[in-house]
């Protein structure tokens, strides 16, 4: 019956991803001694008339001196006339960064990523035909970031949710560079699947897969979702400080749709009718909160997606803006408790009005059902599972909890940063 704000799926852990890699390759050729530079053995026929080798030459990016680096972007040591004899990067202990060197030993690239506001040291050398060595070497240093983003990915690895689930990544401070971070995210799934992410706000960005109206997951739907961001510039000196990683199932279809009209709610399994259940829905009209803004005591209508679920739910007016004086204000414990919305929008148990079950809506804008209903809703229907609901005039968007389904294809795609 009542409302209250959003707690989330989970606690947020205070940690921060970022996503997609500032390019800095900065080309830099760094010259041996006179010596490695200067021509090589004569390679002469007998006669003298043969051509000269010419000496192998070092490429090395980032260039000596070079500053203010990306961790993620990769050191290339590059030999031209020449192999690669041998490659180290070190950090200023001296410890040797990973690398992989090309088939045919002319290239060098870093295999992990550098940290930051470090300073590395590059010696190479590499040797032409003819076995005459050059050497090169760099220095340089990578960014210090003003300050750090956590990615959190709100769906929990290894469980399975329901056909409405959007992927979400969380992060914990506001992203000046969405297209950045946003090229750092990657959602794979298995069947293969086309799908866009879209920004909720600042901090929130999903990713839903592109489907018919009315339609969700393929039940059986395996996704992974990985957040790249260490390394990544986010914009006004915020950069990415872990990766993260998820992956989950899509399990069964269960779909619940309900209207104003009949105040019933039936309850389909992959298509079948599994449940019908009357209930009391929100009372209708408008009052002010305390702050002078107009509350909805409608049941919203739209595509609602559960959230997470309580066994016992304390429910205060209060938490909303209404004052403790106010006729509609109320603080009440509810048994069997499915969030549907992140301002408080629940399926539970309201054994005081069950009379007014399927005849009359008398509720602050929750689903009222009876116990038996409200226990088999918890006990049967699982985070990401669908609740539609229609004929009032109060609506689900997008930032209404999980509201990705409430907007058409075309719209949500515009919420991409990348688009």
């Known amino acids: 019956m009542p409302r209250r704000p959003w707690r989330g799926r989970g606690r947020l852990a205070v940690v921060v991803l970022a996503t997609g890699v500032t390019a800095m ?29 010419p000496a192998a030459t070092l490429s090395i990016t980032p260039a000596t001196g070079t500053k203010k680096v990306s961790p993620g972007d990769h050191v290339v040591v590059t030999a031209a006339h020449g192999t690669l004899s041998s490659v180290a990067l070190t950090n200023a202990a001296g410890k040797e960064v990973k690398g992989t060197l090309s088939s045919d030993k002319t290239t060098w690239t870093s295999a992990e990523k550098l940290g930051y506001g470090k300073t590395y040291k590059v010696a190479a050398t590499a040797a032409n035909p003819d076995g005459k060595k050059v050497n090169a070497a760099s220095s340089f240093s990578t960014v210090t970031p003003g300050n750090y983003t ?19 990544v969380h992060f914990d401070e506001p992203i000046p560079d ?187 804008g929750c689903f009222n059902l009876s116990d038996q209903d409200a226990k088999w809703a918890y006990d049967n229907l699982r985070p990401g599972d669908v609740v539609i609901m229609s004929g009032t005039p109060d609506k689900v968007t997008v930032d209404r909890g999980y509201g990705d389904w409430n907007l058409s294809w075309d719209k949500w795609v515009q919420g991409s940063a990348l688009k």
């Open 150 to 168: 956590l990615p959190y990915i709100q769906n929990a690895n290894g469980k399975t949710y329901g056909v409405g689930e959007p992927v979400m």
């Open 178 to 364: 969405k297209a950045a971070a946003e090229k750092s995210l990657k959602v794979t799934t298995s069947p293969s699947v086309e799908g866009s992410w879209h920004w909720i706000s600042a901090q929130d960005v999903h990713w839903r897969p592109k489907t018919d109206a009315g339609k969700y997951w393929t039940p059986g739907t395996k996704v992974t979702v990985s957040a790249d961001v260490y390394g990544v510039n986010m914009g006004k000196g915020l950069w990415g400080q872990e990766d993260r990683a998820a992956s989950f199932t899509i399990g069964s279809s269960i779909v619940a749709i309900a209207d104003n009209k009949s105040l019933h709610m039936k309850v389909y399994k992959d298509g079948k009718q599994i449940r019908d259940m009357p209930f009391s829905g929100g009372k209708g009209g408008y009052i002010q909160d305390k702050y002078g803004n107009n509350v909805s005591l409608w049941t919203p209508s739209g595509t609602m997606v559960v959230m997470d679920q309580e066994k016992r739910v304390h429910m205060t007016s209060s938490s909303w803006g209404i004052a403790k004086n106010n006729p509609q204000a109320y603080d009440v414990y509810v048994n069997w408790g499915t969030r549907l919305t992140g301002d408080g929008i629940y399926l539970h148990a309201a054994p005081w009005n069950v009379g007014l079950h399927g005849k009359q809506n008398d509720s602050h």
């Open 25 to 53: 390759l900065l080309a830099g050729c760094n010259g041996g001694s006179d010596k490695a530079a200067g021509k090589s053995g004569s390679g002469s026929d007998g006669g003298g008339g043969g051509k000269p080798v």
